[in-house]
Each structure stands twice: as structure tokens, then as C-alpha cells.
């Protein structure tokens, strides 16, 4: 990837953007002259010119592009806006009002603004379905794939998905700490200061109050996970709350968990016709043993959905759950090879939608 390059032959000026530079994680490319600059001029995610080579910059005709930051020195000279339209500048900054301004800059510039990493939403049909365990069961088949894997819970009461992955006493960000959150996040700083385990990052709640997620933090913070990673699975609550809302409009699927019955089932139809106005792809898994012999096929016909796949009863998984062993970590398990298979579906999709 390339790097932000800084335009300027003054020393002072120089020491401020690579100290800012270094507070954003982000590494430059330093051009003290326009001949320089042109090499890297086009590829350069951002390009930040000071003004002691506004002037020659313009002059040099190097071409017009995107991301060119005009840095001023001085409040009182009004043709520093001349300058900055000339050289082709979106923006004209000063300091030391613009450093957040500018960390936050060189931090965006490193992210690449084509990836779209997959959203995958899950949501029980009736309380207890398994949504859960098959968020988490998700996640590992991403990584097993080395994907970047993004795991977020999204159900304020629920038992949390911290608790399934043991996580819940690993440092990191919490919801409480991104609820007020609105706009742009620097994805790959918030992404890294996440509890990890087992190569996921995992975005759930503390031990304290739950509060329902305003939109605009769900919506930063889903963005965020489609710029720094691969796979975001996020594990929703049945009751669909602006948060959920927000999550389902995102996701370019959602398995809606439903246990083989016939009362599960008739729980799952309410969730089902609301879901599925919300989301473009909203999918049925039908999860076994039933107790009355109801067929995957049957629980299909009553809900109306595309059948992504009918899930086999996991051996001990309540006494897993129990000792804090994550479910679906290897393959060879029915949650593990289910998921994998419903991952590569999915992955297949996602090449279909990206080459029309």
C-alpha cells in the first residue's frame, strides 16, 4: 500500500506532520521538492502541502486528484485560498487548531476504501434458538479461512457472546465505550483495541446496565468493520431495536435460527415478517433434534424462506457452554463443518454480487 505524502522543505512544519503521522500509527513519504513529489503524487492515498510549496506545486501542473490537504501558516493571508485552489486542494488547514483534524487524516488514508468486508447477521426465531452459538461458531470458521473476523454482539440483554468466547476479563473496548459514538471511526485503531481470541475481534457488552444501541454508533461501528476486516458476524435480539434495524439493513445476509417445532416455529413467523423487511437476504436455519418429528422442510414451507441448511444437534454443547469452551472451533464438529459450509455460500455470493 502506499503511503500519505508530505510536500515541504520546512523543518519545522515537517517535524509536526511526522509527529502527528506517528500518533495516527501511520508511516510517510517525505518530498522536499516538486520533482519529488510528482513520482508519488498520484498513487499517494493523501498529500499534505505546506505552504512554502503551494506555489510551485501549482506550477508544476502535477494534476488534479483527490485527498490533497493545503496547509496554511498564517490566518491573516487570504491568498492562501488562492494557492490551495490552484494546487487542487479539498481543504485548507492550519496549526495546531487541525491536529486531531489531521491524525485522524493520515489514519482514514491507510484504510482502503474499496474493501467491503461481508456482514452477517444472526437472530433466534424463538428465545434460546441458538443465534448465539452460531455467531461464535461463524467467527471461527472465518478465521479458519484467515479471514480478518469481526464478532459483535448486538443483543444488549443477552448472555453475551463474551461469556461463549471467555473474553469477558480481557481488556479492550466495550460497547458502554462506543455507544456515543457517531461518524467515521479509524477502523484499524478501534479494530486492534478490541479483546481478541482465537484471531476474532469481539465487540460485546460489560457487566453493567445494558442500553438499547442508538443507530448512528451501530452504523460507525459496522462501517468500521466492513473497512478493517473481512467477516463482521453480528448477533442480534429478536426484538429488533433501532441498533438491530440498522444491522439488517447492513448485512448482506441473516440467519434467522429456528429450532425443529412447531411452537418455535409459530414464535419465528413474527420475527420472520419483520426481519425481512428489513433485510435483502434473510435466510432459514432449521435446527435439530425434533422433538416431534418436525421436518426441516415443514418449518420451510411455514415460513416462507430460502432453507440455508438444517443444523445436527453438537455433542455436549450445554456442558461446553457451561465450562467456557467456545462451540464450532473445529470443523470436524456438525456446528463446525455446518458453518463452514454456510461461509463458503455466503463467501461465493458476495464474488457473484462484486463481478455483476
Do not use: Y
Not at 29 to 55: H, I, M, N, T, Y
Not at 103 to 131: N, W
Not at 292 to 311: C, H
Amino acid at each position: 500500500m502506499t503511503r500519505p505524502l508530505l510536500v515541504t522543505n520546512d523543518p519545522v512544519v515537517l517535524d509536526g506532520l511526522l509527529r502527528l503521522a506517528a500518533t495516527a500509527g501511520v508511516e510517510v513519504e517525505v518530498a522536499a521538492d516538486v520533482g519529488s513529489a510528482r513520482r508519488s503524487w498520484a498513487g499517494a492515498p493523501l498529500v499534505v502541502v505546506g505552504s512554502d510549496l503551494l506555489d510551485r506545486c501549482a506550477a508544476s501542473r502535477l494534476g488534479r486528484r483527490g485527498n490533497v490537504v493545503a496547509l496554511g501558516d498564517d490566518l491573516d493571508d487570504a491568498t492562501i485560498w488562492r494557492k490551495a485552489v490552484d494546487v487542487g486542494a479539498e481543504r485548507v488547514v492550519f496549526l495546531p487548531d487541525a491536529e486531531p483534524w489531521l491524525v485522524q487524516a493520515f489514519a482514514d488514508a491507510m484504510e482502503t476504501t474499496d474493501h467491503a468486508g461481508l456482514v452477517v447477521a444472526t437472530l433466534g426465531g424463538r428465545g434460546g434458538a441458538g443465534a448465539t452459538t452460531l455467531s461464535v461458531a461463524l467467527a471461527h470458521a472465518g478465521t479458519r479461512r484467515e479471514l480478518r473476523t469481526l464478532l459483535v454482539d448486538g443483543d444488549p440483554l443477552g448472555g453475551g457472546v463474551d461469556l461463549v468466547l471467555g473474553v469477558e476479563d480481557l481488556p479492550g473496548l466495550r460497547w458502554p465505550d462506543l455507544i456515543a459514538t457517531r461518524g467515521r471511526l479509524p477502523a484499524a485503531a478501534v479494530i486492534e483495541a478490541l479483546p481478541h481470541v482465537d484471531g476474532i475481534a469481539v465487540l460485546s457488552w460489560d457487566r453493567g446496565d445494558a442500553t438499547p444501541l442508538p443507530a448512528e454508533a451501530v452504523e460507525a461501528v459496522i462501517e468500521a468493520g466492513r473497512r478493517a476486516c473481512d467477516l463482521v458476524v453480528v448477533d442480534l435480539a429478536r426484538t429488533l431495536d433501532e441498533g438491530a434495524r440498522e444491522v439488517l439493513a447492513a448485512a448482506a445476509c441473516a440467519l434467522l435460527v429456528v429450532p425443529a417445532e412447531v411452537r418455535a416455529t409459530a414464535a419465528a413467523a413474527r420475527v420472520a415478517s419483520r426481519a425481512g423487511l428489513l433485510c435483502r437476504d434473510l435466510r432459514l436455519v432449521v435446527r435439530g433434534p425434533s422433538p416431534g418429528n418436525v421436518a426441516a422442510d415443514d418449518v420451510q414451507l411455514a415460513l416462507g424462506l430460502p432453507l440455508a441448511g438444517t443444523l445436527k444437534a453438537e455433542p455436549h454443547l450445554d456442558v461446553h457452554l457451561e465450562e467456557g469452551r467456545p462451540p464450532g472451533r473445529r470443523s470436524r464438529s456438525p456446528l463446525g463443518s455446518f458453518c463452514d459450509r454456510v461461509l463458503s455460500d455466503l463467501l461465493a455470493d458476495q464474488q457473484v454480487r462484486r463481478a455483476a
